[in-house]
């Protein structure tokens, strides 16, 4: 919190120079949520002097559920499924971060075909998650069909990630000890073909939304996050990405058999909004390569999943393991105290991480820029509230 | 299964049914037989060729279809009919209705979805009837503190305002409900009060987002509104008149938009801007400030100002039309006989048809092709919202001022080369005249 009491302490220093101290009374304070169409479950307060943005203040937790605290009165598999409800799009990565630092602290190697099929289920519902994202994105910014068409293509993947988990969203597929369910008969040629189709409908995106001049206008060259601003606010996912920092979880800490694949970090050097909104989709064309990749290079039998004991204990110690979600780095720390319980687990996410770029990036800006900027950041609200 | 009561007894039922039956024949005969009597046989209708009517006989002129022609022409020639029916109000309320629906399916079909599907059994075709019905049954909610008499005035303000502006577009020759000689600056000036009616609205209706809304539709307005004249002004000395309806008879030889497309292109997105539709929906952006100066609406209030805003629509297109894309002329489609041996048919509506004066293949033909250019230009307005995201305040600002402005003084020197080069005008080697 104190990095975050720093940024709006700059954001008030900034809005001081912008307005004369006497002129308080011409500033017109502005909600924006928690029932604002604009804002998500989430409230930020912004002062406008005409249609200048002069200062910002977020107040997260709106949908604060405790769930760290949840955690410690649970065993591990009855976590996995309160834990994926933040971010339900993008469940397989929230359980897959939990269950590598589940599997480092027992001790659990997780069979190869199981690894496989973990990270199919985290690509399917990044790419699920991605495409909930850019429609949100697409509405913010008055544009209609781009919101309908990825909630649209979005059934192609929740139809094979209910193939495989039985379960439309909240998937809990990804578990301690591997996968939860093998793959059901004749799952892979269907997955590649709707991927493939999935892939020819991103280039008509490219088509109808990011090669419209309206919307190149609205946002290139906003909120300018630049490379150096990015590291010290502690930004991660697509928005550091967006800054020219080339981080990927994925490559840097490779987990499980994320080593083996071949793909590349995509990263953009604008900074701007709009190179914000494009690197999740070149994330999407990457994740597309990496899941035929894994179709590819799947062992075509063998245990799924290490069968463990339902209260298996915790020994004593702690650990962090974390992967790349829709939103960026997301970890888990987990201390064990040799009961079945964890001792403490605690959730580092990208959504707060990315909320610190707010006040820093809408200070100055048009209060037209508010959408443009406010979700380019990838911020998910009930993600950071958790 | 038996759902009948437990005191229920079936002599009771049969009694109540014969007292029902009782009450409702001497109603019947004390009551509603006289009123019907009186209101037939004695209630004197407007004076018709030098008859004076009853409803009885004039309902026994209906026999005759040589005696009826003429109310039918009477009551056609009447202003009120043009003003409240066609080429008025009820008329372009039908094509502000269609042109909601066929939005709403459109836009459906572009993003791979169904659009109304339920009300009506083809298509949801009576999806508009049950929005309505669910908006007249609304509670009206005016904010604390609200102006009151402005904020029940204003949606009223609005649709009128919208309701002229139709008013001064003709759809045939003499069709139209206000024939007047400055119809083009009658019609800009007409337009010029809607943003202040939103931003009267909006300073009535005591909140913020509403206020932001309102400067934005002022800002809007003065920046669009420059082109938006200029880009008339070609038209204007190539027709050497200010009549819409003269205007629309100069371009018998061809359309405006052949020799100035870029004044054209200005008007339509003047028109654009000036509807406040995407991508010039500043003044109703949801995600920066709600639902503008629309954002404390409720009810009825919304459903008015929603149709206002459709007529505008058809009035701009009509006026596109007019201006640019020369009006009702076309080929002559509809035939001299809309029924061929109609004359010599016995039944008396096929007669009626035959006669002269209620089916004229010149005005048919005409409203037919200015129906089909209007419908066009609508269905350009629609599709550009589908396709488009909204522009940020300042990029508008800029368009507007800096390149609209700029666009149609180079066309308007483009048609004063030609006309003094003798190509065009009074005279001119391509001129109808």
Not at chain 2, 419 to 426: D, L, M, N, R, T
Request: hydrophobic fraction near 50%.
């Amino acid at each position: 919190m104190s990095n975050l009491d720093g940024i709006i302490d700059e954001a008030k220093k900034l809005s001081l120079q912008i307005t004369k101290e006497n002129e308080e009374d011409r500033l017109m304070t502005l909600s924006v949520g928690p029932q604002h169409p604009g804002s998500g479950h989430f409230r930020f307060t912004i002062k406008v002097d005409g249609d200048y943005i002069v200062f910002v203040d977020p107040d997260p937790g709106y949908v604060h559920r405790g769930h760290e605290k949840m955690c410690e009165y649970r065993n591990h598999f009855q976590n996995i499924p309160h834990l994926e409800r933040p971010v339900i799009h993008d469940s397989c990565n929230i359980t897959y971060s939990y269950s590598l630092a589940v599997e480092d602290l027992v001790g659990i190697t997780v069979p190869r075909r199981g690894q496989f099929l973990r990270a199919l289920a985290s690509e399917l519902n990044r790419l699920s998650y991605t495409l909930y994202w850019l429609a949100i994105y697409g509405i913010f910014l008055g544009h209609s069909t781009m919101f309908m068409w990825p909630a649209g293509d979005r059934e192609l993947l929740i139809d094979l990630l209910e193939r495989m988990s039985g379960q439309r969203i909240t998937n809990a597929y990804n578990i301690p000890g591997g996968a939860r369910a093998d793959i059901p008969y004749n799952f892979k040629e269907r997955c590649l073909s709707q991927v493939n189709y999935f892939e020819k409908r991103l280039n008509e995106y490219d088509d109808i939304f990011y090669n419209n001049p309206l919307l190149r206008q609205r946002t290139e060259g906003v909120g300018i996050l630049s490379k150096e601003d990015a590291i010290r606010l502690g930004v991660t996912g697509s928005v550091l990405r967006a800054s020219g920092v080339p981080f990927d979880v994925r490559k840097v800490e490779p987990y499980d058999i994320y080593d083996e694949l071949d793909f590349k970090v995509q990263y953009m050097k604008t900074c701007d909004s709009f190179a914000r909104a494009y690197v999740p989709m070149l994330d999407m064309r990457e994740s597309c390569h990496i899941i035929r990749q894994i179709i590819d290079k799947m062992p075509e039998s063998g245990p799924v999943r290490e069968k463990l004991q339902f209260n298996i204990k915790n020994p004593p110690g702690e650990t962090y393991k974390r992967v790349e979600s829709g939103r960026g780095a997301l970890g888990y720390h987990l201390v064990g105290d040799g009961s079945p319980k964890p001792y403490r687990v605690k959730a580092s996410v990208g959504s707060f991480r990315n909320l610190l770029a707010l006040p820093f990036l809408l200070t100055g800006s048009k209060l037209g820029d508010m959408p443009a900027v406010y979700w380019s950041l990838n911020y998910w609200p009930v993600e950071a509230d958790r | 299964m038996g759902s009948l009561t437990p005191d229920f007894r079936f002599g009771n039922f049969v009694g109540s049914v014969v007292w029902l039956v009782f009450v409702v024949l001497v109603l019947v005969t004390l009551l509603i037989l006289p009123i019907i009597f009186f209101v037939l046989f004695y209630v004197p209708l407007p004076e018709v060729d030098g008859q004076v009517l009853t409803p009885y006989l004039f309902f026994s002129m209906m026999v005759d279809p040589s005696r009826t022609l003429p109310v039918i022409q009477f009551f056609m020639h009447l202003d009120i009919f043009r003003a409240a029916v066609f080429p008025g109000f009820a008329f372009a309320a039908l094509i502000a209705a269609a042109t909601i629906f066929v939005e709403r399916k459109l836009l459906a079909k572009m993003q791979l979805r169904v659009g109304p599907l339920y009300a009506g059994k083809v298509e949801g075709i009576f999806q508009l009837l049950a929005d309505g019905l669910k908006l007249l049954t609304k509670e009206i909610i005016v904010p604390s503190g609200a102006d009151k008499p402005i904020f029940w005035l204003a949606p009223i303000a609005f649709v009128s305002t919208a309701a002229a502006v139709v008013a001064l577009i003709p759809v045939a020759s003499g069709w139209v409900v206000a024939d007047v000689d400055v119809g083009l600056i009658a019609a800009f000036a007409i337009l010029g009060f809607f943003p202040l009616i939103a931003l009267l609205f909006s300073w009535a209706s005591n909140s913020k987002y509403p206020f932001l809304g309102g400067l934005r539709a002022l800002h809007q307005m003065i920046a669009f509104e420059i082109p938006f004249f200029l880009s008339a002004i070609p038209v204007v000395i190539l027709s050497s008149s200010l009549n819409l309806s003269d205007i629309a008879r100069s371009q018998t030889a061809f359309w405006n938009i052949f020799i100035m497309p870029i004044n054209a292109f200005v008007f339509f997105i003047s028109s654009l801007a000036e509807l406040e539709r995407i991508p010039f929906d500043l003044p109703e952006a949801e995600s920066e400030i709600v639902a503008g100066w629309l954002t404390e609406t409720s009810g009825m209030i919304y459903g008015l100002i929603q149709l206002g805003s459709y007529l505008k629509l058809y009035a701009l297109a009509g006026l596109f039309v007019i201006l640019f894309m020369g009006g009702w002329y076309g080929p002559q489609i509809f035939p001299q006989e809309l029924i061929p041996g109609a004359h010599d048919s016995n039944l008396p509506l096929l007669q009626m048809l035959a006669l002269d004066g209620l089916y004229n293949p010149v005005t048919v033909n005409s409203i037919f092709w200015f129906l089909i250019k209007t419908i066009v230009i609508i269905f350009l307005f629609l599709i550009i919202r589908g396709i488009n995201p909204r522009i940020r305040i300042d990029i508008l600002l800029h368009t507007g001022w800096y390149k609209l402005i700029v666009l149609t003084f180079i066309n308007l020197f483009v048609v004063l080369m030609l006309i003094y080069g003798g190509v065009i005008g009074p005279g001119g080697m391509i001129s109808a005249r």
